[in-house]
């Protein structure tokens, strides 16, 4: 009789290491390690960039996959965006997960809105709806309003909450 493979081990369960990919990712936003573009922002800031994962939103495949100048550089100027935001839409298109600091979620909504990252709206969204309150009521109405985006659901939301009683807490 021939042993079968499962007869030879003795104990087939082992620990299978955490995968690797998403830091590994994450290790390439804003590193010149096989980065292919250098995109200047407000305030003439430079961030390293690869256009594969750039390429993941309808802006940056109009700008790279036509005949638009820039398909043909390896530097862009993006306008009427921060440093910071910047490197968080960097974080989600590389790894798909971004960490939304509350004092970030409205800015970085707007910028999700414009490059059209759906997902990544939806997400500063839940982090904007955790946080609502009187004090900023008004302000996230307005940009909700304004983006004219799924933004509506912002809308919504504080219609329907009236944010009755709850006041912002200070951090």
């Known amino acids: 009789m021939v042993p079968r493979l499962h007869d030879r081990i003795e104990d087939p369960s082992f620990a299978i290491p955490k995968g690797t990919l998403l830091p590994t990712l994450k290790g390439y936003v804003n590193k010149e390690a096989y980065s292919d573009v250098t995109i200047i922002l407000d305030g003439n800031r430079k961030v390293r960039g690869h256009k594969l994962f750039l390429t993941r939103t309808p802006y940056f495949q109009a700008m790279f996959g036509?005949?638009?100048k820039e398909s043909k550089t390896h530097t862009v100027t993006i306008e009427?965006?921060?440093?910071?935001?910047?490197?968080?839409?960097?974080?989600?298109?590389?790894?798909?997960?971004?960490?939304?600091?509350l004092e970030s979620a409205m800015e970085l909504f707007e910028v999700a809105d414009r490059f059209g990252i759906d997902?990544?709206?939806l997400m500063c969204e839940q982090t904007i709806m955790a946080n609502l309150c009187i004090d900023n009521a008004?302000?996230?109405?307005?940009?909700g309003k304004i983006t004219k985006s799924c933004g509506c659901r912002l809308q919504t939301y504080i219609m329907q909450s009236r944010c009755e009683t709850r006041r912002c807490v200070s951090s």
């Open 119 to 121: 997902r990544l709206k």
């Open 138 to 143: 008004a302000a996230i109405f307005y940009v």
């Open 66 to 68: 036509g005949e638009m």
């Open 80 to 101: 009427k965006v921060s440093y910071e935001i910047f490197l968080l839409v960097l974080q989600y298109l590389y790894t798909d997960e971004c960490d939304i600091p």
